[in-house]
């Protein structure tokens, strides 16, 4: 198993240059798209979080969305938490 790369700034969902500093007041316009980690959901490198919440009328079902949970389709991750 390889190790994660050095972080800069703040570790978080977004990437480095579009956190924010604690002290911003105002509020940045929401990226298009669901936000949420997209990390394989067996992935060690984190907690399990969102992408693991039961489904709500397929409990056996894990996905970080009610469009998800309820789709036929399964949970693919965007990245591999290295990029």
């Known amino acids: 198993m390889r190790s994660p790369p050095a972080q800069h700034g ?16 105002d509020y940045p316009e929401r990226p298009a798209g669901d936000l949420y980690c997209r990390i394989p959901q067996d992935s060690d490198m984190n907690v399990p979080g969102v992408r693991n919440i039961p489904g709500g009328n397929n409990p056996a079902k894990r996905a970080p969305t009610i469009e998800m949970c309820e789709s ?7 990245g591999d938490g290295f990029t």
């Open 72 to 78: 036929n389709e399964n949970y693919v991750p965007l």
């Open 10 to 25: 703040r570790p978080g969902p977004l990437p480095v240059r579009q956190q924010r500093s604690p002290s911003d007041v």
